[in-house]
């Protein structure tokens, strides 16, 4: 009989948009919507991935991060 699998659960991380993407590169406002975030002080819940943390690191100056 075969086993399941389990869905591994991946954490969320709570993203807020703080500082405006006007005056930014073009690719750093890209990975503010690839983030889902609209304007400021919006703040989306996203999963704990790799991409996800690489997309944060690059625009961190713009946005606050809560585990």
């Known amino acids: 009989m075969a086993q399941p699998q389990k869905k591994t659960e991946v954490g969320k991380i709570r993203v807020t948009l ?17 983030l889902g975030l609209r304007r400021l002080n919006h703040t989306v819940a996203v999963e704990d991935t790799p991409a996800v ?8 100056y713009l946005v606050k991060c809560e585990a």
Do not use: D, F, L, P
């Not at 703080?18 to 690839?34: D, L, M, Q």
């Open 18 to 34: 703080i500082k405006s993407v006007i005056g930014t590169k073009e690719s750093h406002r890209a990975c503010v919507r690839g």
């Open 53 to 60: 943390r690489g997309m944060i690191n690059k625009v961190y």
